[in-house]
């Protein structure tokens, strides 16, 4: 049986998201989802974008049914490339940074989705969040 991600677990990545996005100063929303891409844990900082609300969900959607990072997905998704267009397959999908799987022992656990700042700040936040999750 392929390992679970568990609310606590979930909760720690979360956790660890909204530290940096308090340590960088940029209210983020957050979001966690299962390897199934369904939503396990979110929050919404104070003075978030509230149109981030979505993307932050969908970049952690696309993340875990993809197995990708949504930057790598954006660079296979650019004009020419072998992916262009599968943004607009499975119910909308996003291809910029800030969507980074949650692996333990190889599998695809989940994934996290941050939205509401510069791509560059999303990534750094769901790059702290990748880091505090359990890999047991």
């Known amino acids: 049986m392929a390992?679970?991600?568990?609310?606590?677990?979930?909760?720690?990545?979360?956790?660890?998201?909204?530290?940096?996005?308090?340590?960088?100063?940029?209210?983020?929303?957050?979001a966690v989802v299962?390897?199934?891409?369904?939503?396990?844990?979110?929050?919404?900082?104070?003075?978030a974008i509230l149109a981030s609300v979505e993307i932050a969900i969908g970049k952690a959607r696309t993340a875990a049914l993809l197995k990708m990072t949504t930057a790598v997905l954006g660079e296979a998704a650019a004009p020419g490339a072998p992916l262009y267009g599968i943004e607009v397959t499975n119910g909308g999908l996003v291809i910029f940074g800030g969507g980074i799987p949650l692996v333990r022992r190889g599998e695809v656990v989940g994934a996290?989705?941050?939205?509401?700042?510069?791509?560059?700040?999303?990534?750094?936040?769901?790059e702290a969040g990748v880091a505090a999750f359990p890999k047991r």
């Open 34 to 47: 299962d390897d199934g891409a369904h939503l396990l844990a979110f929050a919404r900082q104070d003075g």
């Open 3 to 30: 390992p679970r991600l568990a609310l606590a677990d979930a909760q720690k990545v979360l956790d660890a998201a909204l530290a940096k996005a308090g340590e960088i100063g940029q209210p983020m929303n957050v």
């Open 112 to 126: 996290i989705g941050v939205s509401a700042g510069s791509v560059e700040q999303d990534t750094q936040v769901a």
